[in-house]
């Protein structure tokens, strides 16, 4: 757990783990279906999902039976819903049809993206299965030919766009983007006249995915190809704006390519998908020869050489160029490929603390999109016994008690909240939670004990505090987090809080020796550090280095204990009074009076414009002892402290007190 110090003053497919270095368990969900999986008798595999605006799952694939398209529907626990189509299953009248992607529009429509023999298809279904007729020419669109529609995505200007591939032959080659209104029109001020074609022959894209990034650009992703051998083929990336134009500030004027192995001609290497943090960092994933690959790109699209071996992970699980779904993570990356999920940490690095080696193995189950349905549930869809089918998995339950929390000495109280965001996830919600101290006595924890998120009085000390969170099936689990508050700073390290300063009287040019024994005592882990630090050999040492200033300085100690809390005392430790002998004397800064030499070996003199008869002018010890009074009868005024021993005095003339020394 991270410690957070307090100072206190009056197919690839990326799923959302949780913090920590627990053995995190994955498991069929028996809830959903039939004992965890809904089959349905149709003949084929799921290639997409989604969830529509109540939850329930909509899945599209193609058939192996003819060669017919199918959409499916069931609730959020995979029950077939009657109501769609024919008993939940939607065959739709294109044989050698493919469907690659769907959107659910805001109305709870249906967008279906692919191809017809050749041809661009697009077609929109209502939220019963039946056909959109008002959406292009009774339902559907057909553009292009010799082209694929692949994937679409949703535009926050009730637009969506629309990525394909050119067919060349035999070959997929350079990729098009076009942009659409949800009834089909097209936009035609986008790109050259409502279609941007990716066709240059260094940045040739034949794409897998398309994206919406957080700046509301368009990144589009797969590979470098070019139907000449000439051209090597390599992972490739491109961003524009939503005007069609190529952002010039990312990679290389909006696009990037990179080979990982000299493939020509052969296809050995894509992307098929990209994920996007908050800070604009990319993640991409995908297949080159027989492995598969994770990189991550900066915002600026630099490839980001801190993440994995030079900004890349590569697995030894061979690829079965298939593509999925990258969902926000803050800790790991969960890569879901075929028939297995891999876990890799954001460092670029497989996290063996998952399913007890990193990978999770999806039994008698192959998947082709995988997505999150809550916090610790995830559905899959692929195909089990040769049939479209759906599968839930769970996560296991995991309790969460939140950062360590360090608080420095303050003079309130302070409160704080302890537990995570969540504190529970993972095994079956809802969950229940019991909160405990180390210290067995738990009236320091306000309020209710049994929420997810209490708040808890700190004291100077340590404590350790528990949680149990037990979820609806009776599983439990325990965390725990290690709540501290510093002792008062600097008085808990010093011997005499009253002390006074060290005085020394020292020439231009000399040193002092700096110790600090007969005042503070330093404890534990404790550091220190003096200011100013102009002239010290040693700043940070807390005793036992030479002092060379070049005026009179004072010296103050900063002392910090072994979390960091600091304070500066008070009052300065040691004063150096710096002269030069024969040439200037010492002015003790007052408005009105000038005291000098300082320090004296036997006279000082006493010079006050205003200095009137009777004024009186005493001397005392550090005790407190009056030594010399007297009566002044002119400015300036002579005084003789010869017979006195060396040391520190003070010199009080009316109320005002001024320090000396006798040397």
């Known amino acids: ?49 989604n969830f529509d605006n109540y939850g329930n799952i909509i899945a599209i694939g193609n058939t192996t039976n003819n060669g017919f398209p199918a959409i499916i529907k069931t609730d959020s626990n995979g029950v077939l819903d009657k109501n769609f189509g024919t008993n939940g299953i939607k065959i739709l009248n294109y044989q050698y049809a493919r469907i690659y992607d769907f959107k659910i529009t805001n109305e709870n429509k249906i967008l279906l993206v692919g191809r017809f023999n050749t041809p661009v298809l697009m077609m929109q279904f209502n939220e019963d299965g039946s056909i959109d007729n008002s959406f292009g020419n009774n339902g559907e669109i057909i553009l292009f030919s010799n082209t694929w529609g692949l994937l679409a995505i949703n535009l926050e200007d009730s637009n969506f766009l629309l990525l394909g591939n050119l067919m060349h032959g035999t070959i997929l080659d350079n990729c098009y983007i076009t942009k659409h209104s949800y009834s089909g029109e097209a936009d035609e001020n986008f790109g050259n006249g409502w279609e941007v074609w990716l066709d240059d022959k260094i940045y040739n894209i034949s794409s897998n995915t398309i994206k919406l990034l957080n700046d509301q650009s368009i990144l589009v992703a797969g590979r470098h190809s070019h139907y000449s051998p000439q051209w090597n083929r390599g992972i490739a990336f491109c961003k524009f704006n939503q005007n069609g134009q190529f952002v010039t500030g990312f990679a290389d004027s909006g696009k990037f390519k990179i080979s990982l192995e000299n493939n020509i001609y052969g296809g050995g290497e894509a992307i098929t998908n990209v994920f996007e943090d908050s800070n604009g960092k990319l993640v991409f994933i995908g297949y080159c020869g027989d492995s598969i690959f994770v990189f991550s790109v900066l915002s600026n699209g630099i490839i980001d050489s801190t993440f994995g071996e030079d900004g890349f992970y590569f697995s030894n699980i061979q690829h079965q160029y298939f593509g999925g779904n990258i969902l926000p993570n803050e800790d790991n990356y969960l890569i879901g490929w075929y028939d297995r999920i891999l876990c890799v940490n954001n460092n670029g690095y497989l996290n063996t603390s998952f399913s007890n080696t990193g990978v999770y193995n999806c039994q008698n189950f192959t998947f082709r999109d995988i997505k999150y349905q809550k916090t610790n549930k995830l559905i899959l869809g692929g195909s089990s016994n040769g049939n479209f089918s759906l599968a839930r998995i769970s996560t296991s339950l995991k309790a969460n008690a939140g950062d360590n929390q360090h608080f420095c000495y303050g003079w309130a109280i302070p409160m704080t909240y302890i537990g995570g965001k969540p504190t529970a996830s993972g095994g079956t919600p809802p969950y229940t939670y019991r909160w405990w101290t180390n210290t067995g006595n738990n009236q320091c924890l306000g309020g209710d004990t049994t929420i997810a998120n209490p708040s808890i009085l700190i004291h100077v000390g340590e404590i350790t505090v528990y949680v149990e969170v037990t979820d609806a099936d009776e599983n439990t689990a325990i965390d725990s987090a290690v709540i501290s508050m510093s002792e008062e700073l600097p008085y808990g390290f010093f011997s005499n809080p009253y002390y006074l300063p060290i005085e020394h009287a020292i020439s231009r040019g000399d040193s002092v020796w700096i110790t600090i024994d007969t005042i503070v005592q330093i404890i ?140």
């Open 1 to 49: 757990m991270k410690r957070i110090k307090f100072f206190v003053v009056s197919a690839s497919i990326v799923l959302l783990l949780g913090n920590g270095a627990y053995a995190q368990m994955v498991s069929i969900d028996s809830t959903f279906g039939q004992n965890g999986m809904t089959m349905v008798q149709c003949a084929g595999e799921i290639s997409r999902f």
């Open 524 to 663: 534990g882990n404790a550091t220190c550090r003096w200011t100013p630090t102009t002239g010290l050999s040693n700043s940070n040492l807390c005793s036992g280095f030479w002092a060379k200033p070049n005026v009179t300085t004072a010296y103050y100690l900063i002392v910090a204990d072994e979390y960091g809390c600091s304070e500066q005392v008070m009052l300065p430790i040691h004063n150096i009074t710096v002269t030069d002998v024969g040439t200037t004397h010492y002015k003790l800064r007052n408005a009105n009076y000038v005291i000098y030499p300082n320090p004296t070996n036997g006279q000082l003199r006493i010079t006050n414009y205003e200095l009137r008869e009777n004024t009186v002018i005493e001397i005392y010890d550090v005790y407190g002892k009056n030594l010399t009074p007297l009566t002044s009868h002119s400015s300036p005024l002579i005084l003789d402290i010869s017979h006195l021993a060396n040391g520190m005095y003070f010199l009080k003339i009316d109320n005002k007190m001024f320090k000396i020394i006798k040397n």
